[in-house]
Protein backbone atom coordinates (compact mmCIF):
# COMPACT_ATOMS: atom_id res chain seq x y z
CA UNK A 1 0.00 0.00 0.00
CA UNK A 2 1.57 3.65 -1.17
CA UNK A 3 1.73 5.74 2.07
CA UNK A 4 1.16 9.58 1.82
CA UNK A 5 3.48 11.58 -0.37
CA UNK A 6 4.48 14.75 1.66
CA UNK A 7 4.88 17.92 -0.03
CA UNK A 8 8.00 18.14 -2.00
CA UNK A 9 10.44 20.80 -0.58
CA UNK A 10 11.75 22.78 -3.23
CA UNK A 11 15.13 23.71 -2.19
CA UNK A 12 16.55 26.01 -4.88
CA UNK A 13 13.12 28.05 -4.47
CA UNK A 14 13.97 28.63 -1.10
CA UNK A 15 18.14 29.33 -1.65
CA UNK A 16 16.58 31.72 -4.74
CA UNK A 17 14.30 34.37 -2.21
CA UNK A 18 16.08 36.94 -1.44
CA UNK A 19 13.49 37.44 1.79
CA UNK A 20 15.69 34.64 2.95
CA UNK A 21 18.13 35.39 5.03
CA UNK A 22 19.35 32.16 7.52
CA UNK A 23 18.91 28.88 6.77
CA UNK A 24 19.59 26.37 10.14
CA UNK A 25 20.83 23.14 9.55
CA UNK A 26 19.32 20.90 12.60
CA UNK A 27 19.47 17.24 13.42
CA UNK A 28 20.70 14.64 15.50
CA UNK A 29 24.00 13.54 15.80
CA UNK A 30 25.94 12.13 12.21
CA UNK A 31 22.75 12.69 9.99
CA UNK A 32 24.13 14.77 7.32
CA UNK A 33 23.97 18.48 8.95
CA UNK A 34 27.74 19.82 8.08
CA UNK A 35 27.01 18.18 4.36
CA UNK A 36 24.21 19.77 4.20
CA UNK A 37 24.80 22.91 4.93
CA UNK A 38 27.74 23.07 2.85
CA UNK A 39 26.18 21.87 -0.10
CA UNK A 40 23.30 24.45 0.50
CA UNK A 41 25.58 26.98 0.96
CA UNK A 42 28.12 26.03 -2.29
CA UNK A 43 24.66 26.31 -4.55
CA UNK A 44 23.30 29.25 -3.22
CA UNK A 45 26.96 30.65 -3.65
CA UNK A 46 26.83 28.94 -7.66
CA UNK A 47 23.16 30.77 -7.60
CA UNK A 48 23.92 34.01 -7.03
CA UNK A 49 23.84 34.59 -3.27
CA UNK A 50 26.73 35.96 -1.62
CA UNK A 51 26.76 33.20 1.37
CA UNK A 52 28.33 32.34 4.05
CA UNK A 53 28.37 28.85 5.76
CA UNK A 54 29.01 28.87 9.93
CA UNK A 55 30.11 24.97 9.78
CA UNK A 56 30.85 23.47 13.29
CA UNK A 57 33.63 20.86 13.25
CA UNK A 58 33.53 19.54 9.74
CA UNK A 59 35.66 16.72 8.45
CA UNK A 60 38.79 17.25 7.70
CA UNK A 61 39.16 16.49 4.60
CA UNK A 62 35.84 18.67 3.62
CA UNK A 63 37.41 21.68 5.79
CA UNK A 64 40.82 21.28 3.94
CA UNK A 65 38.71 21.37 0.40
CA UNK A 66 36.62 24.56 1.74
CA UNK A 67 39.83 25.90 2.53
CA UNK A 68 39.45 26.18 5.75
CA UNK A 69 42.88 24.87 7.09
CA UNK A 70 43.07 26.69 9.98
CA UNK A 71 40.95 27.39 13.39
CA UNK A 72 41.32 31.89 13.07
CA UNK A 73 37.29 31.95 13.23
CA UNK A 74 36.74 34.15 10.66
CA UNK A 75 34.51 33.92 7.51
CA UNK A 76 37.15 32.53 3.99
CA UNK A 77 36.64 32.39 0.72
CA UNK A 78 35.96 29.17 -0.47
CA UNK A 79 38.11 28.97 -3.54
CA UNK A 80 37.45 27.59 -6.33
CA UNK A 81 33.58 28.88 -6.30
CA UNK A 82 32.55 31.53 -8.56
CA UNK A 83 33.02 35.07 -6.78
CA UNK A 84 31.91 38.42 -7.35
CA UNK A 85 35.97 38.94 -8.49
CA UNK A 86 35.56 36.31 -11.11
CA UNK A 87 31.98 36.74 -11.92
CA UNK A 88 30.93 35.60 -15.48
CA UNK A 89 33.76 32.85 -15.10
CA UNK A 90 31.57 30.64 -13.55
CA UNK A 91 32.34 27.84 -16.56
CA UNK A 92 27.82 27.04 -16.05
CA UNK A 93 27.09 30.24 -17.76
CA UNK A 94 25.54 31.06 -14.48
CA UNK A 95 27.38 33.16 -12.19
CA UNK A 96 25.79 35.96 -11.04
CA UNK A 97 28.09 37.57 -8.41
CA UNK A 98 27.50 34.92 -5.94
CA UNK A 99 29.98 34.10 -3.27
CA UNK A 100 30.92 31.36 -0.87
CA UNK A 101 32.71 32.25 2.67
CA UNK A 102 33.07 29.59 4.87
CA UNK A 103 34.50 29.51 8.52
CA UNK A 104 34.82 26.99 11.41
CA UNK A 105 33.34 27.86 14.72
CA UNK A 106 36.13 27.99 17.62
CA UNK A 107 34.27 27.90 20.45
CA UNK A 108 36.73 28.97 22.63
CA UNK A 109 37.79 32.14 20.62
CA UNK A 110 34.41 33.15 20.39
CA UNK A 111 33.95 33.42 23.81
CA UNK A 112 36.89 34.91 24.60
CA UNK A 113 35.79 37.66 21.87
CA UNK A 114 32.61 37.97 24.07
CA UNK A 115 35.07 38.64 27.33
CA UNK A 116 37.40 40.98 25.62
CA UNK A 117 34.46 42.79 24.01
CA UNK A 118 32.72 43.21 27.18
CA UNK A 119 35.06 44.04 30.02
CA UNK A 120 38.06 46.64 30.31
CA UNK A 121 41.71 44.97 29.09
CA UNK A 122 42.55 44.47 32.53
CA UNK A 123 39.93 42.46 33.50
CA UNK A 124 39.68 40.78 30.44
CA UNK A 125 43.04 39.32 30.96
CA UNK A 126 42.14 38.23 34.65
CA UNK A 127 39.07 36.24 32.94
CA UNK A 128 40.61 34.61 30.64
CA UNK A 129 43.15 33.15 32.68
CA UNK A 130 41.34 31.86 35.01
CA UNK A 131 41.10 28.59 35.30
CA UNK A 132 37.50 27.39 35.57
CA UNK A 133 36.95 30.28 32.86
CA UNK A 134 39.00 27.90 30.59
CA UNK A 135 37.60 24.78 31.30
CA UNK A 136 33.88 26.63 31.22
CA UNK A 137 34.66 27.92 27.72
CA UNK A 138 36.00 24.79 26.03
CA UNK A 139 33.98 21.97 28.11
CA UNK A 140 30.48 23.51 29.90
CA UNK A 141 27.66 21.55 27.44
CA UNK A 142 25.92 23.52 25.83
CA UNK A 143 28.91 26.27 25.02
CA UNK A 144 28.98 25.11 21.78
CA UNK A 145 25.67 25.84 21.05
CA UNK A 146 25.44 29.17 22.98
CA UNK A 147 29.03 29.83 20.85
CA UNK A 148 26.91 28.80 17.07
CA UNK A 149 24.41 31.37 18.02
CA UNK A 150 26.59 33.89 19.12
CA UNK A 151 28.29 33.66 16.06
CA UNK A 152 24.93 33.94 13.90
CA UNK A 153 24.10 37.03 15.57
CA UNK A 154 27.67 38.55 14.65
CA UNK A 155 27.65 37.29 11.01
CA UNK A 156 24.07 38.83 10.67
CA UNK A 157 24.96 42.10 12.32
CA UNK A 158 28.05 42.34 9.77
CA UNK A 159 25.51 43.05 6.70
CA UNK A 160 28.27 41.37 4.70
CA UNK A 161 26.42 38.27 3.54
CA UNK A 162 22.89 38.52 2.03
CA UNK A 163 23.01 34.30 3.03
CA UNK A 164 24.03 32.89 5.89
CA UNK A 165 23.65 28.81 6.76
CA UNK A 166 24.19 27.86 9.54
CA UNK A 167 25.42 24.26 10.92
CA UNK A 168 24.88 22.86 14.16
CA UNK A 169 26.75 21.40 16.90
CA UNK A 170 27.17 17.52 17.14
CA UNK A 171 24.56 17.04 20.29
CA UNK A 172 22.47 13.30 20.46
CA UNK A 173 19.61 15.58 20.58
CA UNK A 174 18.39 18.12 17.69
CA UNK A 175 16.55 20.09 20.65
CA UNK A 176 19.90 20.86 22.55
CA UNK A 177 20.88 24.30 19.83
CA UNK A 178 17.72 25.89 21.31
CA UNK A 179 17.72 24.46 24.75
CA UNK A 180 21.39 24.98 25.46
CA UNK A 181 22.16 28.51 25.34
CA UNK A 182 19.36 29.20 27.85
CA UNK A 183 20.61 26.64 29.98
CA UNK A 184 24.09 28.08 29.92
CA UNK A 185 22.87 31.52 30.62
CA UNK A 186 21.02 30.01 33.50
CA UNK A 187 24.10 28.77 34.42
CA UNK A 188 25.70 31.55 34.87
CA UNK A 189 22.99 33.61 36.02
CA UNK A 190 22.05 30.85 38.32
CA UNK A 191 21.61 30.52 42.21
CA UNK A 192 24.69 28.49 42.85
CA UNK A 193 26.99 30.71 40.92
CA UNK A 194 25.57 33.41 42.73
CA UNK A 195 26.19 31.61 45.79
CA UNK A 196 29.56 31.23 45.18
CA UNK A 197 30.48 34.70 44.57
CA UNK A 198 28.72 35.67 47.71
CA UNK A 199 31.40 35.42 50.00
CA UNK A 200 34.16 36.70 47.50
CA UNK A 201 31.75 39.61 46.51
CA UNK A 202 31.59 40.62 50.24
CA UNK A 203 34.27 40.03 52.11
CA UNK A 204 35.12 38.16 55.91
CA UNK A 205 32.53 39.20 58.04
CA UNK A 206 29.10 39.11 55.43
CA UNK A 207 30.79 35.33 54.40
CA UNK A 208 30.51 34.74 58.39
CA UNK A 209 26.67 35.84 58.23
CA UNK A 210 25.85 33.53 55.17
CA UNK A 211 27.69 30.62 56.86
CA UNK A 212 25.83 31.33 59.65
CA UNK A 213 22.81 31.27 57.26
CA UNK A 214 23.17 27.82 56.34
CA UNK A 215 24.82 28.52 53.01
CA UNK A 216 27.80 27.72 54.27
CA UNK A 217 27.06 24.14 54.30
CA UNK A 218 26.59 24.06 50.55
CA UNK A 219 30.17 25.86 50.18
CA UNK A 220 31.53 23.81 52.92
CA UNK A 221 30.68 20.59 50.83
CA UNK A 222 31.74 22.32 47.55
CA UNK A 223 34.99 23.46 48.99
CA UNK A 224 35.61 19.35 49.63
CA UNK A 225 34.46 18.52 46.33
CA UNK A 226 36.15 21.01 44.20
CA UNK A 227 39.35 22.22 46.52
CA UNK A 228 40.10 25.68 47.51
CA UNK A 229 41.75 26.59 44.98
CA UNK A 230 39.01 25.79 42.29
CA UNK A 231 36.43 27.34 44.66
CA UNK A 232 38.47 30.72 44.18
CA UNK A 233 38.89 30.37 40.73
CA UNK A 234 35.18 30.04 40.75
CA UNK A 235 34.63 32.89 43.00
CA UNK A 236 36.63 35.38 41.02
CA UNK A 237 35.71 34.38 37.80
CA UNK A 238 32.13 34.51 38.67
CA UNK A 239 32.65 38.13 40.24
CA UNK A 240 34.55 39.22 37.31
CA UNK A 241 31.81 38.02 34.67
CA UNK A 242 29.39 39.22 36.90
CA UNK A 243 28.79 42.32 35.09
CA UNK A 244 28.45 40.64 31.67
CA UNK A 245 25.56 38.45 33.23
CA UNK A 246 23.15 40.55 31.73
CA UNK A 247 24.96 40.55 28.66
CA UNK A 248 25.41 37.00 28.12
CA UNK A 249 21.41 36.18 28.84
CA UNK A 250 20.47 39.27 26.56
CA UNK A 251 22.59 38.00 23.68
CA UNK A 252 21.28 34.80 23.82
CA UNK A 253 17.95 35.90 23.70
CA UNK A 254 18.81 38.54 20.90
CA UNK A 255 19.59 35.58 18.50
CA UNK A 256 16.62 33.84 19.58
CA UNK A 257 14.53 36.36 18.24
CA UNK A 258 16.70 36.25 15.30
CA UNK A 259 15.71 32.59 14.91
CA UNK A 260 11.67 33.34 14.99
CA UNK A 261 11.84 36.37 12.46
CA UNK A 262 10.86 35.77 9.01
CA UNK A 263 13.90 35.58 6.61
CA UNK A 264 14.94 32.69 8.66
CA UNK A 265 14.23 29.38 7.98
CA UNK A 266 14.98 25.57 9.66
CA UNK A 267 16.09 22.72 7.77
CA UNK A 268 15.58 19.60 9.96
CA UNK A 269 18.14 17.12 8.57
CA UNK A 270 17.37 13.36 9.11
CA UNK A 271 18.75 9.97 7.85
CA UNK A 272 15.70 7.62 6.83
CA UNK A 273 16.17 5.90 9.82
CA UNK A 274 13.45 5.20 13.00
CA UNK A 275 16.01 7.34 15.59
CA UNK A 276 16.68 9.95 13.29
CA UNK A 277 12.99 10.54 12.08
CA UNK A 278 11.87 10.48 16.14
CA UNK A 279 14.43 13.24 17.01
CA UNK A 280 13.16 15.01 13.74
CA UNK A 281 9.75 14.89 15.05
CA UNK A 282 9.93 16.25 18.59
CA UNK A 283 12.22 19.29 16.54
CA UNK A 284 9.35 20.24 13.81
CA UNK A 285 6.64 20.15 17.05
CA UNK A 286 9.04 22.17 19.43
CA UNK A 287 9.73 24.92 15.97
CA UNK A 288 5.87 24.74 16.14
CA UNK A 289 5.74 25.45 19.68
CA UNK A 290 8.06 28.13 19.37
CA UNK A 291 6.46 29.66 16.43
CA UNK A 292 9.91 29.25 14.37
CA UNK A 293 9.73 28.82 10.80
CA UNK A 294 9.94 25.31 9.64
CA UNK A 295 11.07 25.03 5.65
CA UNK A 296 11.14 20.85 5.86
CA UNK A 297 12.64 17.84 6.32
CA UNK A 298 15.60 16.81 4.06
CA UNK A 299 16.14 12.99 4.00
CA UNK A 300 19.72 12.37 3.34
CA UNK A 301 21.28 9.05 2.75
CA UNK A 302 18.41 7.69 1.18
CA UNK A 303 18.86 4.63 -0.82
CA UNK A 304 17.75 4.27 -4.33
CA UNK A 305 18.71 1.02 -5.68
CA UNK A 306 19.45 0.95 -9.68
CA UNK A 307 17.09 -1.75 -11.20
CA UNK A 308 14.34 -0.54 -9.06
CA UNK A 309 11.77 -2.93 -10.91
CA UNK A 310 13.55 -5.73 -9.58
CA UNK A 311 11.89 -6.66 -6.42
CA UNK A 312 13.50 -8.04 -3.61
CA UNK A 313 12.07 -10.99 -3.88
CA UNK A 314 12.26 -11.79 -7.83
CA UNK A 315 15.72 -11.03 -7.10
CA UNK A 316 16.47 -13.51 -4.30
CA UNK A 317 14.32 -16.24 -6.15
CA UNK A 318 16.75 -15.85 -9.28
CA UNK A 319 19.61 -15.78 -6.73
CA UNK A 320 18.58 -19.23 -5.33
CA UNK A 321 17.70 -20.48 -8.90
CA UNK A 322 21.05 -19.70 -10.03
CA UNK A 323 22.95 -21.22 -7.41
CA UNK A 324 20.73 -24.33 -7.55
CA UNK A 325 21.56 -24.66 -11.45
CA UNK A 326 24.35 -26.82 -12.71
CA UNK A 327 26.64 -23.47 -13.49
CA UNK A 328 26.44 -21.09 -10.35
CA UNK A 329 27.67 -17.55 -11.13
CA UNK A 330 28.54 -16.66 -8.22
CA UNK A 331 29.20 -13.20 -8.78
CA UNK A 332 25.73 -13.03 -10.90
CA UNK A 333 24.65 -14.58 -7.53
CA UNK A 334 26.25 -11.69 -5.39
CA UNK A 335 24.44 -8.86 -7.25
CA UNK A 336 21.31 -10.42 -7.16
CA UNK A 337 21.84 -10.68 -3.43
CA UNK A 338 23.18 -7.20 -2.87
CA UNK A 339 20.33 -5.68 -4.74
CA UNK A 340 17.59 -7.47 -2.72
CA UNK A 341 19.15 -6.10 0.18
CA UNK A 342 19.36 -2.38 -0.94
CA UNK A 343 15.46 -3.04 -2.27
CA UNK A 344 14.59 -3.54 1.36
CA UNK A 345 16.77 -1.20 2.94
CA UNK A 346 14.88 1.30 0.50
CA UNK A 347 11.18 -0.21 1.44
CA UNK A 348 12.44 -0.07 5.43
CA UNK A 349 13.53 3.47 4.71
CA UNK A 350 10.25 4.19 3.19
CA UNK A 351 8.34 2.94 5.84
CA UNK A 352 9.93 5.35 8.34
CA UNK A 353 9.40 8.19 5.85
CA UNK A 354 6.03 7.66 5.82
CA UNK A 355 5.41 7.15 9.31
CA UNK A 356 7.02 10.52 9.81
CA UNK A 357 5.01 12.21 6.99
CA UNK A 358 1.26 10.43 8.46
CA UNK A 359 1.97 12.25 11.95
CA UNK A 360 3.50 15.70 10.03
CA UNK A 361 1.64 15.71 7.02
CA UNK A 362 1.80 19.38 5.86
CA UNK A 363 5.42 19.06 6.17
CA UNK A 364 7.86 19.23 2.96
CA UNK A 365 10.51 16.92 2.36
CA UNK A 366 13.16 16.97 0.11
CA UNK A 367 16.00 13.97 -0.23
CA UNK A 368 19.42 13.18 -0.80
CA UNK A 369 20.84 10.01 -2.00
CA UNK A 370 23.07 8.30 -0.46
CA UNK A 371 26.57 8.21 -2.10
CA UNK A 372 28.80 5.48 -2.27
CA UNK A 373 31.79 7.58 -0.55
CA UNK A 374 31.91 9.85 2.31
CA UNK A 375 31.63 13.68 0.93
CA UNK A 376 34.90 15.68 1.28
CA UNK A 377 34.95 17.76 -1.69
CA UNK A 378 33.80 20.90 -3.29
CA UNK A 379 32.30 18.36 -6.02
CA UNK A 380 31.02 15.72 -3.61
CA UNK A 381 29.03 18.84 -2.19
CA UNK A 382 27.78 19.92 -5.84
CA UNK A 383 26.89 16.68 -6.66
CA UNK A 384 24.33 16.64 -3.05
CA UNK A 385 23.61 19.90 -4.33
CA UNK A 386 22.23 18.71 -7.76
CA UNK A 387 19.47 16.22 -5.78
CA UNK A 388 17.55 20.14 -4.81
CA UNK A 389 17.26 20.60 -7.98
CA UNK A 390 15.12 17.30 -9.32
CA UNK A 391 12.46 15.41 -7.74
N1 LIG B 1 24.24 11.54 1.27
C1 LIG B 1 25.38 11.05 1.78
N2 LIG B 1 25.98 9.99 1.17
C2 LIG B 1 27.14 9.48 1.64
N3 LIG B 1 27.77 9.96 2.73
C3 LIG B 1 27.24 10.99 3.39
C4 LIG B 1 26.01 11.60 2.95
N4 LIG B 1 25.72 12.61 3.78
C5 LIG B 1 26.70 12.63 4.71
N5 LIG B 1 27.61 11.67 4.48
C6 LIG B 1 28.81 11.36 5.27
O1 LIG B 1 28.39 11.03 6.58
C7 LIG B 1 29.31 11.52 7.56
C8 LIG B 1 28.54 12.39 8.55
O2 LIG B 1 28.06 13.54 7.89
P1 LIG B 1 28.09 14.97 8.59
O3 LIG B 1 29.41 15.24 9.19
O4 LIG B 1 27.58 15.94 7.61
O5 LIG B 1 27.01 14.71 9.72
P2 LIG B 1 26.63 15.68 10.93
O6 LIG B 1 25.17 15.60 11.15
O7 LIG B 1 27.20 17.03 10.70
O8 LIG B 1 27.39 14.95 12.11
P3 LIG B 1 27.67 15.56 13.58
O9 LIG B 1 26.39 15.43 14.32
O10 LIG B 1 28.76 14.67 14.10
O11 LIG B 1 28.10 16.97 13.39
C9 LIG B 1 30.38 12.26 6.79
O12 LIG B 1 31.48 11.41 6.64
C10 LIG B 1 29.74 12.55 5.43
O13 LIG B 1 30.70 12.62 4.39
MG1 LIG C 1 28.52 18.17 11.89
Known amino acids: MAGRQPPYLDVDRLIDDRRNRILVCCGSGGVGKTTTAAALGLRAAERGRRVVVLTVDPARRLAQSMGLTSLDNTPRLVPGVPSDSDAGDAGNGDSSGGSLHAMMLDMKRTFDEIVEAHADPDRAAQILANPFYQSLSSSFAGTQEY ?58 RAYMRVLNAGFGVVTGVLTKILGTQV ?94 GAAPYPLAVAALRLHADRMQEAAGQRRVAEHFTAAHPLV ?20 IGQAFGSR
Request: aromatic residues 6%.
Open 364 to 383: PVAEIPAQPDDIHDLEGLRR
Open 147 to 204: MAMEKLGQLRRAEEWDLIVVDTPPSRSALDFLDAPQRLSRFLDGRLLRLLVAPAKVGG
Open 231 to 324: LRDVQTFVSALDTMFGGFRERADYTYQLLRTPGTAFLVVAAPEPDALREASYFVERLAEERMPLAGLILNRVQRPPAAQLSAARSLAAAEMLEA
